[in-house]
């Protein structure tokens, strides 16, 4: 493909044409088919960059530059800008019929175009006066009456009256806040509760509430907490204004529902947090049949009032099953419990769902997302769960091949058990490029990142997916975990300490602390913190039975280092134990044959704790040993 050489070096003014679309620069309005269209001044100047070096690859770096000269940025903004383009350019996930992405590098407007001298009209400019206040000209109407103007533009002046009057009730309609109110640009939508006392189905709460997050993510200039945080607040006596001011959001939306028989009802009202007013209220009562068409109601209801826009993807329907969707809801429901007893009803939700629905491509990523999150919390046999998951994972892409979900499966399979790292990368990369605001993914490629020795790429992404959602607790945790793998000792002790003082109930940053407090020495506080990962229950990792055999190794205490390893042998009659915690322990006692073995019984069965071998500290004094080299030859790490 070949573009004309003017559009590579242009003046500041000017204006572009490329498929239906119009670009004015010296206006600063995009046009389709003769229509205006709203955008934001940022995704303007982003746009208005790439179409002026269409064919050229401009670097993230280049752009954050040129849209905001004099502001420092995170790259999330860009990611947010170019998502908001695709939308606004009719763009499907993955087909790139504008923007393409170049990985590692940056963007290409790969469209071609062509630059015209004709200026906007007259009409252009005054459509334009009733757009975002962001992106509104401060060029008068007036001032363009002499210029030329392209028929097909052309309407008479009374018709630009009416265009204004017209476009004017619509704003008006569409932002009824009113003008003494603050600007919301945060919102947290919080689990639906029952409207009759007893009559409670908590998954189709839960998952009323994870649908309106989904579409309200893809909103552009709304931050909404993800659902993972406000899941918590499921009792049904609460307090949205203290939640709200909890979370830091400008806005909650609270809800109640009910099924009965075939019908669904729903009240939902929005509040802002700042004073408890409230913003909108309604009720919804309307056939099951018609629950997909309700959220979509409630999600454009929502953005209206808070003067958000719904992206295009926000209304994307994997499955127009009812049924199929309520089986699918009770399995994400279920999964989030990691019992052995919820994950197999979540696995058989799944599966329901997709005899339903044969084609739900989502239902698959959920057997794998469940299976994978299983296998690493509660230490399951591989080979029980993982061929299960890989099914799933490519089920779900062969199904669905814009679906962030799908490659995120496939990525997860291909990191955790089949040690092919750079289709792990691959995957995970194209799940980001399909949903860069799912913090979840970012997390997967950062822990890949960090296992392989990538250490500053896997922190930059763990920050990223941290800033969005930094209450939630796996996000600090695992930055504090990335931390340790780099060897920063100090600030892994202090970000985990952090994520413990913020919710000292949950065991899982108590277990993670516990690592560099062994490398830094402090065996004792070591021991102390596993102690007290095991008294706060939950699903805690028998890694804690080898952390402690380690540290009373390391102590000189012989005896309970030996302990440890008699009660994972003794768990092991009941339940597969990874061979890796007991190669820990005997590692630790200088038992260096003892240990190989058990890795390599570890690599035998696929072992997703193997993943760690290369970066894992512990290891360290068996860099040297043949058998160790050919470990992680074996790996595909050398």
């Given at each position: ?196 006392p007893g009559s409670r189905n908590e998954a189709m709460e839960f998952g009323m509430a994870d649908s309106l997050v989904t579409q309200l993510s893809k909103s552009e200039g709304l931050a909404v907490r993800p659902f993972s945080e406000t899941r918590r607040y499921a009792n049904t006596d609460r307090n949205p204004v203290a939640i709200g001011r909890t ?99 979540a696995v058989e939700y799944f599966r329901k769902a997709i005899e339903k629905d044969p084609n739900y491509a989502l239902a698959y990523a959920g057997i794998t997302a469940a299976d994978v999150s299983y296998t690493f919390a509660n230490d399951a046999r591989p080979a029980e769960m993982m061929l299960e998951a890989k099914l799933a994972a490519m089920k ?17 399979v291909a990191f955790s058990y089949d040690w092919d790292w750079a289709e792990a990368e691959k995957h995970l990369l194209r799940a980001y490029d399909l949903d860069p605001n799912n913090s979840e993914g970012l997390l997967y490629l950062a822990q890949l990142y960090s296992n392989l020795g990538k250490h500053q790429q896997a922190l930059e992404l763990s ?176």
């Amino acid at each position: 493909m070949t573009f004309p050489e003017k559009v590579l070096s242009v003046a500041e003014s000017g204006a572009y044409e490329f498929g239906p679309f119009r670009v004015d620069a010296a206006k600063r309005l995009l046009w389709s088919s003769g229509n205006p269209v709203a955008i934001s001044a940022k995704a303007f100047d982003t746009l208005l960059y790439l179409v002026r070096h269409a064919g050229t690859t401009v670097s993230k770096d280049e752009l954050m530059a040129t849209v905001w000269p004099d502001t420092v940025v995170e790259e999330n903004n860009l990611n947010k800008n170019i998502s908001v383009l695709r939308q606004v350019l009719g763009e499907k996930p993955g087909e790139h019929r504008y923007i393409a992405t170049v990985p590692g590098k940056g963007y290409r407007f790969v469209a071609p175009v062509v630059q015209i001298a004709d200026e906007a009209t007259d009409t252009e400019a005054a459509v334009h006066d009733a757009r975002l206040p962001e992106t509104r000209s401060s060029t008068p109407v007036a001032a363009h009456d002499g210029l030329r103007r392209r028929s097909r533009f052309w309407i008479p002046s009374a018709g630009i009256g009416l265009a204004i009057a017209l476009l004017a009730v619509v704003v008006y309609l569409r932002h009824p806040l009113s003008s003494d109110s603050k600007p919301i640009h945060s919102i947290a939508v919080l689990p639906f509760t029952a409207i009759a006392p007893g009559s409670r189905n908590e998954a189709m709460e839960f998952g009323m509430a994870d649908s309106l997050v989904t579409q309200l993510s893809k909103s552009e200039g709304l931050a909404v907490r993800p659902f993972s945080e406000t899941r918590r607040y499921a009792n049904t006596d609460r307090n949205p204004v203290a939640i709200g001011r909890t979370l830091g959001v400008d806005s909650v939306l609270d809800g109640s529902i009910q099924l009965e028989g075939d019908r669904i009802r729903v009240t939902a009202r929005l509040i802002r947090s700042s004073d408890g007013k409230q913003l909108w209220a309604s009720n919804f009562d309307e056939p099951m049949r018609d629950v997909f068409s309700l959220q979509d109601s409630m999600a454009e209801r929502t953005a209206a009032v808070l003067n958000a826009r719904l992206g295009q993807q926000s209304r994307k329907r994997y499955t127009d099953n009812v049924e199929s969707y309520q089986l699918f809801i009770l399995g994400q429901y279920t999964a989030l419990k990691l019992t052995p007893e919820d994950h197999f009803k979540a696995v058989e939700y799944f599966r329901k769902a997709i005899e339903k629905d044969p084609n739900y491509a989502l239902a698959y990523a959920g057997i794998t997302a469940a299976d994978v999150s299983y296998t690493f919390a509660n230490d399951a046999r591989p080979a029980e769960m993982m061929l299960e998951a890989k099914l799933a994972a490519m089920k779900s892409v062969e199904l669905d091949e814009e679906l962030p979900e799908a490659h995120a499966a496939v990525g997860k399979v291909a990191f955790s058990y089949d040690w092919d790292w750079a289709e792990a990368e691959k995957h995970l990369l194209r799940a980001y490029d399909l949903d860069p605001n799912n913090s979840e993914g970012l997390l997967y490629l950062a822990q890949l990142y960090s296992n392989l020795g990538k250490h500053q790429q896997a922190l930059e992404l763990s920050e990223r997916a941290r800033r969005p959602d930094p209450l939630t607790i796996n996000r600090p945790a695992l930055e504090g975990q990335f931390l340790y793998y780099a060897g920063r000792y100090d600030d892994s002790i202090n970000v985990l300490q952090q994520t413990i003082d913020m919710n000292p109930n949950h065991w899982l940053p108590w277990m993670f602390i516990a690592r560099p407090y062994i490398e830094k020495g402090m065996f004792r506080d070591a021991i102390a913190s596993c102690e007290r990962a095991k008294l706060l229950g939950g699903s805690p990792s028998l890694e804690l039975i080898a952390l402690e055999g380690w540290s009373y190794a390391k102590l000189g205490d012989k005896d309970k280092a030996r302990a440890a390893l008699k009660q994972l042998e003794q768990i092991s009659a009941n339940r597969y134990v990874p061979s890796y915690f007991p190669a820990l322990i005997h590692n630790a006692l200088g038992e260096t044959d003892a240990a190989l073995s058990l890795l390599e019984k570890g690599l035998a069965a696929r072992d997703v704790r193997m993943t760690f071998l290369k970066v894992d500290p512990k290891w360290n004094n068996l860099h040297n040993e043949p058998r160790f080299t050919a470990l992680l030859e074996a790996m595909h790490f050398q």
